[in-house]
């Protein structure tokens, strides 16, 4: 075993897999901004209160970040989400709502990993500022939706909640905590302590002994205030509009504290184990106050791109995109013809590969037809002698001699002008 592997949680992401990912994001980009969303960057680390402002009942902030004293003092985390890092960055720059971003990137999470379940792992997610219009909630559910409609994905199911508002949801809280505290025997010693923590979270619990004492807790839907009510019904008239299905959830409660309102959750039906949630977000009204800005309605999701990638993997859709070369240049001469050759067709947009070395004919045609190219460019020393190359079609085997001069003119009349490839999902 070599001295150094990747560390539990983190991977390595191998071509053609890398080229997959980025078509995700490629494809996510293009479903968000065609609704008005514009990307944000936001730092990996930040001041450790960032975070913190996600609750101190989030087992994000209090079991699994990785935070640390850097070299000038400074309590840093590395982001465990983006929700609060652009959320901190309305309140320092201020744009005018509404304020609509998108981001992708890599969040960090000291959990155990597992198979779907990674310490370093990626999220695409928009979030909206400034917006308390339950339409909103709608088009930011139905952009998720679309998206996965989009990489070919069937097996999702939308799940929809209302957390009410503040009060609603304390009052609620503590309903719940007085059922499970009267229940509390029943609980493993794990739920007694979720308990004490955070009671929502012990709605979350897999354990099928605990099942019936969970079915029987308080709902929320009786803690509604008229207000979250009437919102959360529009929200459901909206999704029912736009012929997008969902199943109301009233034990969908979510792992940060933050949310207010409208809570959602995708989850697959090809992943098995516990880790079926693709992604999911919600209201945060809230959120902007407690990072020192004006109140502010804000509502966002993250989807999950590792996980998302591997319910992909389960219903066969969205595989890696061709890396396949149009070209390969062979050269039997000194490789200078292929150096110039590629160099030239490279410039006018075609995707080239080349044998490096001064290997023989059949070898490099051997090269030639495992790079998928559609065609081989020969350069042997006829041709070197004439200026000329022999254009070879890869699956047909028909040849024909062209004026070196002219190959670029003649190769972009066969395979057209190339732009990025996107996935063939
Ligand atoms: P959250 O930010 O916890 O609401 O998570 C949103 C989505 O990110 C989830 O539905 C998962 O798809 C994904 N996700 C969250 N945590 C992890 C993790 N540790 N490893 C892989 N994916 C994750």
């Known amino acids: 075993m070599p001295e150094f592997q990747t ?19 490629e494809n996510f980009a293009t479903v968000v901004e ?29 079991k699994e970040m990785y ?5 000038g003092g400074r309590h840093v985390a590395l982001r465990p989400e983006q929700t609060a890092g652009a959320c901190r960055a309305y309140v320092q720059h201020h744009p005018v709502p509404p304020w609509k971003v998108w ?27 400034g917006v308390d219009d339950p339409l909103l909630d709608v088009e930011v559910i139905a952009l998720a939706h679309e998206f996965f409609r989009l990489l070919g994905l069937r097996d999702v199911t939308l799940h929809i909640n209302s957390l009410g508002d503040a009060g609603d949801r304390d009052r609620y809280v503590s309903a719940l905590s007085e059922y499970f505290n009267s229940h509390s025997s029943e609980l493993s010693e794990e739920s007694r302590a979720t308990l004490a923590r955070n009671p929502l979270r012990v709605l979350d619990s ?8 969970i079915r029987e807790a308080p709902s929320i839907t009786h803690f509604l ?29 979510r792992g940060l504290d933050y ?12 992943l098995d184990s516990a880790q079926t949630a693709v992604g999911g977000g919600g209201r945060y009204d809230g959120l902007v106050e407690d990072l020192g800005g004006a109140p502010t309605p804000g509502i966002g999701f993250a989807i999950g791109l590792d996980r998302t990638l591997l319910a992909c993997d389960a219903e066969a859709v969205f595989s890696a995109p061709s890396s396949a070369a149009d070209v390969f240049v062979v050269d039997t001469t000194d490789g200078r013809a292929a150096l110039t050759v590629s160099a030239r067709l490279r410039e006018a947009g075609q995707r080239v590969e080349r044998a490096y070395g001064a290997k023989s004919m059949k070898s490099q045609m051997k090269a030639a037809d495992r790079s998928g190219a559609v065609f081989a460019v020969i350069v042997g020393s006829d041709e070197a002698a004439a200026g000329t ?3 070879r079609n890869l699956s047909t085997s028909e040849q024909l001699t062209v004026p070196r001069d002219g190959l670029v003119a003649h190769l972009a009349g066969q395979l057209g002008s190339r732009t990025p490839r996107r996935s063939n999902s």
Not at 9 to 21: C, F, H, K, Q, V
């Open 7 to 25: 560390t539990p949680g983190t991977r390595d992401i191998l071509p053609p897999d890398a080229a997959r990912w980025r078509a995700f994001i």
């Open 34 to 62: 065609r609704a008005g969303f514009e990307q944000i960057i936001l730092p990996m680390f930040e001041d450790l209160g960032v975070f913190l402002r996600l609750g101190d009942a989030t087992d994000v902030v209090t």
């Open 67 to 71: 935070d640390f004293v850097d070299k």
């Open 103 to 129: 981001y992708a990137g890599p969040n960090f999470r000291y959990e155990k990993a597992q198979h779907g379940r990674y310490r370093q792992f990626d999220q695409v997610g928009v979030e909206v500022l």
């Open 206 to 213: 897999k354990r099928p002994n605990e099942q019936d004492l």
């Open 225 to 253: 205030s008229d207000d979250a009510a009437a919102h959360f019904a529009m929200v459901q008239q909206g999704l029912a509009l736009l012929g997008v299905d969902f199943v109301v959830n009233d034990r969908l409660v």
């Open 259 to 270: 949310y207010r309102r409208t809570t959602f959750e995708f989850s697959s039906g090809a």
């Open 389 to 391: 190359c022999t254009v």
